[in-house]
């Protein structure tokens, strides 16, 4: 019993090692400075009687001039700027989020750091000759949007090959969601019929050292499930979706740029390498017939902003799924809007957490005084186990068949002490994974010095100027794992339960890197842990 108990804990670092390396905070750089805007697709509609009137705006903004090429929106969210080039998305900077916690920090720029003649949103069409970098008009210099309102910004691009193309963003002060309706209108005298291509781009070498893009690529949303490329899967290769496209996308660990299929707008969706170096996203409608003298207009919606679970839920089209928590997300999304419940009540995210540890701690009471009773039980008769082994040294049936008669005489489990815990194992990583890719714990204080859930405590590393991310947090959480091992019952010989006492140094090694939040959580779990075994040490006698 002693060797696989042993065994026990040694394969339970070793899980811990490997859990740490592939769900744990990656230090490797991994992406740009800034997620790219997705791509949006067409789809048939009902043909409009005339024309839609040019840009309409909540500000009435003054024409755009000749030499200008940029239109630039501000909302209470966000500011953006879109060109003419394309009459596409050129950046989006995210009012409410910054790059670092202090507040002098600069904005999120989401579409920024693609090369600047590679525009999101742009338009292309196979079938009839229509280029992603034709140039396009509006009459709006910019565009100001305050309270509930909403505003209507009209690109234009008349070709020489009778046909005309006018691209309407609808746009609103309190949402990150947008509207984008692509008109074509077919002046010639023959029918057009071809595919219209939205079109997105994203560096696709990492160029910075931060694990906000650790997960960054394309994710989209196929065939009821949610379908993930890195840079490296398409390095080399062309991948391409078409069952049942509900939204496609690029996002980081924290925020995301997608467009949303209006009506299966999306027949498909091609990632490559382009000729700049860039992934490319090419979002394709369903092929359409632009009859002489008529017009087809193609909607989409559009989202770019933070992953924040009620937000991206609001939008449809199962945009929430872009929120990948593992394997375990049936147990990480209901723990993650348990978070959000009880923040909305505190106001602290870290309180919230602390809730949240108290309640599953309660909850898994019974398991836990079952798996620690067990323990204690084992360990008081250890010595007539030990009788007994010396006793039967020579015959090893004999031995077992005494071992197991000592465990029914005193009615004890030796799986006792593990099965329930193994319960508790799920839950734990799901809320992990939980806290974090959480963007609610992102820059999120708690009290003092911790004014970052999401990124580690490193008080004494800034301080004192060390190499190294050190922080008092996960030197209290190391000291309580110490203090909660030498209470518990152990079944180990002396020079066995001397090599698991540095079991509380290696763990705190490996949480000085991680998030505040997930220390915390883990603190706070050893320290009820340790008033439960003091509990139940007065319930079970030795």
Known sequence: MEKR????????????????????????????????????????????????????????????????????????????????RGGALKSMTLKKYREQVTPAASQVILGSNADPALLNFSTRATGFNLSDSAEYSTDAAAVKISGSETSKLVFTY??????????????????????????????????????????MTYPLEPKVKDNRFDTAGSYLFSDTALQSDKAK?????????????????????????????????????????????FMESIVSAPQVTVNAGQSITVTQRLFVGPKDIDVLKAQGNALEQSLDLGWFTVLAKPLLYTLKFFYRYVGNYGIAIIIITIILKGLFFPLTHKSYKSMKDMQKIQPKMAALKEKYKDDRDAMNKAVMELYREHKVNPLGGCLPMVVQIPVFFALYKALMFSIELRHA?????????????????????????????????????????????????????????????????????????????WLVNNILTIGQQMYINKLVKD
């Open 233 to 277: 899967d398409i390095a080399n290769a062309t991948k391409k979706y078409d069952k049942n496209v509900q939204w496609a996308g690029f996002a980081d660990k924290y925020f995301l740029s997608a467009i949303l299929a209006e009506k299966n707008s999306i027949s498909s969706v091609e990632l490559k390498k382009n000729a700049a170096g």
């Open 5 to 84: 108990a042993f065994l026990a804990v040694v394969l339970s670092i070793v899980v811990f090692y490997l859990f740490s390396m592939v769900l744990g905070p990656d230090k490797k750089p991994a992406a740009p400075a800034s997620p790219q805007i997705a791509v949006p697709s067409a789809a048939p509609a009902v043909p409009p009687s005339a024309p839609a009137p040019a840009a309409a705006s909540a500000s009435q903004p003054a024409p755009l001039s000749a030499g200008q090429k940029d239109v630039s929106v501000e909302t209470g969210l966000y500011t953006a700027v879109f060109a003419a």
């Open 445 to 521: 204080p708690f009290f003092l010095w911790i004014t970052d859930l999401a990124g580690p405590d490193n008080l004494f590393g800034e301080l004192l100027h060390l190499p190294m991310v050190i922080g008092p947090l996960p030197l209290v959480m190391g000291a309580s794992m110490f203090l909660q091992q030498k209470m518990t019952p152990s079944q180990m010989d002396p020079i066995q339960a001397k090599m698991m006492l540095a079991l509380p140094v290696v763990f705190t090694f490996m949480f000085l890197s991680f998030p505040s939040g997930l220390v915390l959580y």
């Open 158 to 199: 008349v070709s020489g090959q009778g046909f005309t193309v006018r691209k309407t963003y609808t746009l609103a002060a309190d949402s990150y969601g947008i509207k984008l309706e692509t008109q074509i209108l077919n002046n010639s005298a023959a029918p057009l019929v071809g595919t219209i291509q939205q079109v």
